[in-house]
T-cell receptor, first 116, second 113 residues
Framework: KAGVTQTPRYLIKTRGQQVTLSCSPISGHRSVSWYQQTPGQGLQFLFEYFSETQRNKGNFPGRFSGRQFSNSRSEMNVSTLELGDSALYLC???????????????FGPGTRLTVL | QKEVEQNSGPLSVPEGAIASLNCTYSDRGSQSFFWYRQYSGKSPELIMFIYSNGDKEDGRFTAQLNKASQYVSLLIRDSQPSDSATYLC?????????????FGTGTRLTVIP
């Protein structure tokens, strides 16, 4: 079974631009969560989507948004990029949402975003 | 704001020794605890999870949880050079129904051959 895939793997943008990242979950998984990883802040939760609905949201500004399609693929968008948005963006998938199977969550390889 | 604290390290241990990684958390309502391993340039992978006070063993790994002290640890016995990685502690606070994990910034472990 293929793992979680993310595209692109690397991206360079300039301040003020916007960016869209894509995540394809493991086949059969309907929950996709997005995380931002930086050296200073570590891994921080952005949001979770399940059945095309945002189920949970972290403490990030409205410039960060996401969506999920009927095939469970998810995209996240960052508008008006800032230097501080440079990070590794990870998505993770699991079969269900809720409290019970966070131990069955698998991460993708990430997209490394650099904002110049 | 929920906080998860880890010593950033680096922690260096000789091959064959026991590596002890520690994590404290601020939210007393936390119920589920996870340890992830992240190799340089790779994504995190789950190696242990624990829900109940006490010890949980899986091969060379033992997770220890003390909810009264708000403390969770990971012991790696017979450490191998392949264990060299950053170890992330993650905490899930169940009571609100929120599904997100709060991560520490990780401890970098180096096992010296």
């Amino acid at each position: 079974k293929a793992g979680v895939t993310q595209t692109p793997r690397y991206l360079i943008k300039t301040r003020g631009q916007q960016v869209t990242l894509s995540c394809s979950p493991i086949s059969g998984h309907r929950s996709v969560s997005w995380y931002q990883q930086t050296p200073g802040q570590g891994l921080q939760f952005l949001f979770e989507y399940f059945s095309e609905t945002q189920r949970n949201k972290g403490n990030f500004p409205g410039r960060f948004s996401g969506r999920q399609f009927s095939n469970s693929r998810s995209e996240m968008n960052v508008s008006t990029l800032e230097l501080g948005d440079s990070a590794l963006y990870l998505c993770a998938s699991r079969s269900r949402t809720g409290l019970q199977n966070l131990n069955e969550q698998f991460f993708g390889p990430g997209t490394r975003l650099t904002v110049l | 704001q929920k906080e998860v604290e880890q010593n950033s390290g680096p922690l260096s241990v000789p091959e064959g020794a026991i590596a002890s990684l520690n994590c404290t958390y601020s939210d007393r309502g936390s119920q589920s605890f996870f340890w992830y391993r992240q190799y340089s340039g790779k994504s995190p992978e789950l190696i242990m999870f624990i829900y109940s006070n006490g010890d949980k063993e899986d091969g060379r790994f033992t997770a220890q949880l003390n909810k009264a002290s708000q403390y969770v640890s990971l012991l790696i016995r017979d450490s191998q050079p392949s264990d060299s990685a950053t170890y992330l502690c993650a905490v899930k606070e169940d009571q609100t129904g929120a599904n997100n994990l709060f991560f520490g910034t990780g401890t970098r472990l180096t096992v010296i051959p």
